[in-house]
């Protein structure tokens, strides 16, 4: 198994209280496979791929519990410096804002160099080189003549692919891709989300894919992990999440995509709000908002049941939520 994690628990301390945004979240990827992770803003989602490439902002961020093993290895007994030799080479991250978390003032060229300097130890001239290399391999225009020019010159589809050229810059063993598709209009998602396959093939790298919105991942997820409230909700094969959710939570999601073949009817919307992590519900956290909700699931929370030998459900009536 290239990744597995194991009852990841990740606290943060503030004025108002303790607010619990990761709860006992276990998930696995291995060489060459996809892992979607969906979920409303606020399910842990971000925070949970944080704590696994050890960038959590501590304080107030504390990792309270669990195991995140790397090719057998738990990161979270290592120091710091052997994690960051361990960032970038053998795992990588693709962060959701392109704009903000290239710098401003560096050219596209020196930022994608910098890699090759600082792991690898090449000249600046070698690492112009490789960068140029890279833009090539993700699809950017004339990468030589723009290699020296800055991140605003770019579009935002072009300032992806270069987040994404940073991140396969020593072709690490597994990416975590941070809502790579945010703010891109449709057409460039769909490019954005192709290119991401065909390197993961051509690398046989590890993905996860951390994302809210399902009709992205339908074609390129091996499986997917729902998460709510800092908790995984449901766990399957790809195509048996879109055949039958076996979780309300996750078959609302579904319906709340928009199809072609309900023109004029209003979309479906999950009623209420996510729960405030200061005081999530006692039982199970998505009663407030379930359709199948009943006094059990008020104050027994749900593990996560066997469906079947690769899915589970936290829902004490999953075979209502399968019927629909």
């Not at 290239?2 to 979240?25: D, I, P």
């Not at 120091?79 to 392109?98: C, T």
């Not at 396969?168 to 790579?180: C, G, K, M, N, T």
């Not at 319906?255 to 005081?279: F, H, M, V």
Request: charged fraction near 25%.
């Amino acid at each position: 198994m290239l990744l597995e994690v194991r009852n990841l628990e990740v606290e943060f301390r503030t004025r108002e209280g303790v607010v619990n945004a990761v709860n006992g979240v276990s998930y696995s990827v291995d060489e060459g496979e996809t892992l979607a992770v969906l979920g409303e803003s606020g399910s842990g989602k971000s925070v949970t791929a944080q704590a696994v490439m050890g960038i959590l902002d501590v304080p107030p961020g504390r990792i309270t519990g669990g195991e995140v093993l790397f090719q057998g290895q738990d990161l979270l007994k290592l120091k710091e410096e052997e994690r960051r030799r361990i960032r970038g080479r053998r795992m990588a991250m693709i962060f959701q804002d392109a704009l903000s978390s290239l710098n401003p003032v560096l050219s596209v060229g020196a930022q994608l160099g910098e890699m090759f300097i600082v792991h690898q130890g090449l000249s600046r001239k070698d690492a112009r080189t490789k960068a140029v290399e890279l833009m090539d391999r993700v699809r950017i225009p004339a990468a030589r003549e723009r290699v020296g020019d800055y991140p605003h010159q770019f579009s935002g589809g072009m300032r992806q692919r270069i987040m994404i050229a940073m991140a396969l810059a020593l072709e690490p063993s597994l990416i975590i891709a941070d809502e790579p598709t945010t703010a891109l209009d449709v057409t460039i998602q769909a490019q954005v989300m192709e290119l991401l396959a065909e390197l993961q093939r051509e690398l046989n790298m590890g993905l996860i894919l951390i994302t809210h919105d399902l009709g992205v991942v339908a074609d390129v997820a091996d499986k997917i992990a729902v998460m709510y409230a800092g908790r995984i909700v449901e766990t399957a094969p790809v195509h048996d999440i879109y055949k039958a959710p076996a979780h309300p939570y996750t078959r609302g999601l579904l319906d709340s995509i928009p199809r072609l073949d309900q023109k004029g009817q209003e979309l479906y919307a999950i009623k209420g709000l996510p729960p405030n992590l200061l005081n999530i519900p006692s039982g199970c956290s998505f009663h407030p908002r379930c359709p199948l909700a009943q006094d059990v699931c008020t104050t027994d929370e749900p593990p996560l049941y066997e469906v079947s030998a690769t899915r589970r459900s936290a829902c004490h009536f999953w075979t209502e939520a399968i019927r629909g």
